[in-house]
């Protein structure tokens, strides 16, 4: 059981916007240390997004992160093939387990 | 441009020891704290340890019940993982990963910002 609560799988066809979303506690939700990252298979899992809303250098437009309670979200707009992976949003937590992530998504493509 | 390179992942019998390295370049290595994380088969990332800057103080996770020892060689720019005791349940892909602000107290975790490609460790049950 993950500590941060994502929607398993979602899909989407291209061209199109899509969110994601990323439940937790006030133990990581008190702080804005919330993170999104792209994992494909056979590659380095690639960061997307930091501090909620901040995209890594190089990281295109199209990725868009928020927060509204104890909710984050990830959203992809004008969606493309090569955005196909599994997401996952991790975060600083005071639980003592330090850093916690989500069970993942896996965005299809349609 | 940031490299991260993990080896020495392999088969290994339940209850014997297996230690992992990452080679770093592209970034000054003794800036930053570094992790690692694993990743078993079908699940989500698992958030294993955390080592300072310099060296100078780690955090673990609870579940790993002290089996488990980071460690650094800022000469080398190399981080290392020892894993003593290990069970089926280890068997995952194990990940370095690079803490995203420099020469900050590991008490609390800001961001990664870049992830090696992994080595994958598995024990047979």
């Known amino acids: 059981q993950s500590a941060l609560t994502q929607p398993a799988s979602l899909s989407g066809s291209p061209g199109q916007s899509i969110t994601i979303s990323c439940n937790g506690s006030?133990?990581?939700?008190?702080?804005?240390?919330i993170s999104w990252s792209q994992h494909r298979p056979g590659k380095a899992p690639k960061v997307l997004i930091y501090?909620?809303?901040s995209r890594l250098s190089g990281v295109s437009h199209r990725f868009s992160g928020s927060k509204s309670g104890n909710t984050a979200s990830l959203t992809i707009s004008g969606l493309q093939s090569e955005d196909e992976a599994d997401y996952y949003c991790?975060?600083?937590?005071?639980?003592?387990?330090?850093?916690?992530f989500g069970g993942g998504t896996k965005l299809t493509v349609l | 441009q940031v490299q991260l390179v993990e080896s020495g992942g392999g088969v290994v019998q339940p209850g014997k020891s297996l230690r992992l390295s990452c080679a770093a370049s592209g970034f000054t290595f003794r800036r930053y704290a570094m992790h690692w994380v694993r990743q078993a088969p079908g699940k989500g990332p698992e958030w294993l340890a955390v080592?300072?800057?310099?060296?100078?103080?780690?955090r673990y996770a609870a579940s790993l019940g002290g089996r488990f020892s980071i460690s650094r060689d800022n000469s080398r720019n190399t981080l290392s993982l020892q894993m003593n005791s290990l069970t089926k349940d280890d068997t995952a892909i194990y990940y370095c990963?690079?803490?995203?602000?420099?020469?900050?107290?590991?008490?609390?975790?800001?961001?990664?910002?870049?992830w090696g490609q992994g080595t994958l460790v598995t024990v047979p049950s």
């Open positions: 080592i300072s800057y310099d060296g100078s103080k780690e």
């Open positions: 006030n133990r990581e939700f008190d702080y804005n240390y």
């Open positions: 991790s975060s600083f937590t005071s639980s003592g387990a330090h850093v916690v």
């Open positions: 990963v690079k803490e995203g602000l420099d020469v900050v107290t590991i008490d609390v975790h800001y961001y990664f910002d870049y």
């Open positions: 501090d909620v809303t």
